[in-house]
């Protein structure tokens, strides 16, 4: 071993340590010296004396103050500071930074375990429409006697589960951790809830911006707890792909059912959601229809007593639905006249419009084919027994129109035959307007009807197309080629494998389109994603009621949808780890789930 003698001078002497003494105080010898003293170099909180906050200057007492120095606690914890650092450089041990973000590592992953069995138990109960809460769901029964004698809820019954099943994580959280800080509140349930439907919502709505065009599908219903809920389903089109109906929500009608408040909170929605309403083509409503100025046209009309008690009356005479064989035999004969091809629903279209134009001619000559058609129902009251007369007149009256008249011919062109046909034509001009039938024109594309067609009317019809919707057209100029290309191709297909082998709709040719024809795929794209009926919205209130019973009228409408969310979409996928991530962004918790430092 090298045998060293360290030297301390001053000025004014010298004092020389030997080996023995170096090997005992070797410690102190880092030394700053000045004319005075001595003191050692570092860092201390108190005030611990001669070597450190004072200088030593006795020399003759030098090995005393040395030895009650070495004792000191300031002067233990140097040297244990000392070794951790010569072993941290010399990589014998892990610094204490990285032993310090190691343990709150390991006690964030623990946490995200606890948490990720709580976030999995309420998705169970969402995808499988099974309700959450009981009488009393604010603690757990882990290990007590008493988990029999009472009903805590499906969601701390199937959290008991998991811990019978071998969740030990889960077991330990639940056993060991404050009433208040176990995370199986109903306001943790909620938060969880709302963040797994974000995160379905969310993963629709990006679909739909990849498929850029979209439309809405909304219906109003009053559920149990006798409140209005308005249900938004939104209709898109992939590339390549077949048209899809998603729910995106339930939402309370807290303002009102007009239709300029419905209209405001379902753009308030849709705008919320991220899409952008300048590629919104189409809406279909059911029970909303109020929220389209030329349907509100048709309720106000239907709000006229006349018409409302003559439709009345014919609900009463329509016998079908009480007769199985009768019913069968009314849908044989719907079926025959329904089209059955693209073809057909142009020419359905035509026939739409023809039959439009005849009654705005009887309404025209209403004079004329009344009185044609007035004795004609003498004859059918004479057979029924009765005459028809005019109702007497009242002050005030509210089941009938109090229409003056001279006499009953008069009285029933008034108040039946020209409210009846205004109704008529109100409800095809809103259900047929120039738009949709302009839409359902562009079943011309489709390859089956475009080879019937004759070349003229195919042409019409196709700039008629171009023209609705040049500023979704990739290509506007390009569209006149483009077209002929495409008709050609689907000619020369026709001659090789038969006209049978033809796309007959939409949704077949637009998967069989390439990307020689952009603007022919944006047409077919747009029709695909134009809706047809309600049904999707019908079929979420089936869900609805599933979920929201008589036993659970309670439910507030954020948890229904989420729930509704969950188990509807059962193809989406739930990021857990994603789920927790922004739990713990949203409010600050108690118990740590991610680390601030690193995430």
């Not at 969310?202 to 006798?226: G, L, Y």
């Not at 009463?316 to 069968?328: G, I």
Request: aromatic residues 8%; contains cysteine.
């Amino acid at each position: 071993m090298l045998v060293l003698i360290a030297t301390i001078k001053t000025s004014y002497n010298q004092w020389f340590v030997s080996y023995h003494q170096y090997e005992t105080y070797a410690t102190l010898l880092l030394a700053k010296s000045n004319r005075k003293g001595y003191i050692i170099r570092g860092y201390h909180n108190t005030d611990p004396g001669v070597l450190v906050s004072k200088l030593l200057t006795n020399f003759k007492k030098a090995l005393d103050i040395l030895r009650n120095h070495v004792r000191k606690e300031h002067h233990l914890n140097s040297i244990v500071r000392r070794d951790n650092f010569l072993k941290v450089m010399s990589q014998q041990q892990p610094p204490i930074s990285s032993v310090l973000n190691q343990t709150t590592a390991n006690q964030v992953a623990q946490n995200r375990l606890k948490l990720a069995s709580i976030s999995k138990t309420i998705f169970l109960c969402g995808r499988q429409n099974i309700s959450l809460r009981g009488h009393q769901d604010n603690f757990t029964d882990i290990e007590r006697d008493t988990a029999c004698l009472h009903n805590h809820g499906n969601f701390m019954a199937l959290l008991n589960f998991r811990v019978d099943a071998g969740d030990v994580v889960l077991r330990d959280h639940l056993s060991k951790a404050s009433r208040n800080a176990t995370y199986t509140s109903s306001v943790i349930q909620n938060q969880l809830m709302d963040i797994l439907s974000k995160q379905v919502r969310q993963h629709i709505i990006d679909i739909v911006k990849v498929a850029k065009w979209f439309c809405i599908i909304a219906d109003e219903v009053t559920h149990v707890s006798n409140k209005e809920i308005l249900s938004l389903v939104v209709r898109y089109c992939e590339p390549d792909s077949l048209p899809c109906e998603d729910l995106v929500g339930f939402f309370q009608c807290n303002e009102g059912i007009t239709g300029r408040q419905l209209a405001n909170m379902i753009l308030t929605h849709l705008q919320s959601f991220g899409l952008d309403l300048s590629y919104l083509r189409g809406q279909a409503y059911d029970g909303a229809g109020n929220m389209s100025w030329s349907i509100r046209v048709v309720v106000k009309s239907l709000a006229l007593t006349s018409v409302r008690n003559i439709m009345n009356i014919v609900r009463k005479v329509y016998f079908f639905e009480a007769h199985l064989k009768r019913q069968r035999k009314l849908e044989d004969v719907i079926s025959d006249t329904q089209p059955g091809s693209s073809t057909d629903i142009i020419h359905a279209v035509k026939e739409i419009e023809t039959i439009t134009s005849t009654i705005q001619n009887i309404r025209d000559n209403i004079d004329t084919y009344h009185d044609e058609l007035f004795p004609e129902i003498k004859q059918v009251c004479d057979t029924a027994g009765t005459v028809p007369s005019t109702p007497r007149t009242r002050a005030r009256q509210t089941h009938r129109s109090n229409t003056p008249a001279s006499s009953p011919s008069e009285y029933y062109l008034h108040t039946i035959s020209i409210p009846l046909i205004d109704h008529l034509l109100s409800e095809l001009k809103s259900r047929f307007s120039s738009h949709q039938s302009v839409a359902l024109l562009g079943l011309c594309i489709v390859p089956s009807a475009m080879l019937v067609l004759p070349v003229p009317e195919f042409l019409t019809h196709s700039f008629q197309l171009a023209d609705k919707y040049k500023d979704d057209l990739l290509s506007p100029n390009s569209f006149a080629s483009e077209r002929e290309c495409w008709k050609v191709k689907w000619q020369r297909f026709a001659e090789e494998h038969g006209t049978t082998s033809l796309p007959s709709d939409l949704a077949t040719a637009l998967q069989q389109v390439s990307s020689m024809y952009p603007n022919i795929t944006v047409l077919q794209q747009i029709f695909s994603t134009l809706p047809v009926t309600t049904c999707s919205a019908e079929r979420s209130f089936i869900s609805l009621k599933r979920t929201k019973t008589p036993f659970h009228s309670t439910m507030t409408t954020e948890r229904l949808t989420g729930l509704s969310l969950l188990h509807i979409h059962k193809d989406i996928q739930i990021d857990v780890e994603g789920v927790i991530d922004e739990f713990s962004l949203a409010n600050p918790r108690r118990m740590q789930v991610a680390d601030i430092l690193t995430d």
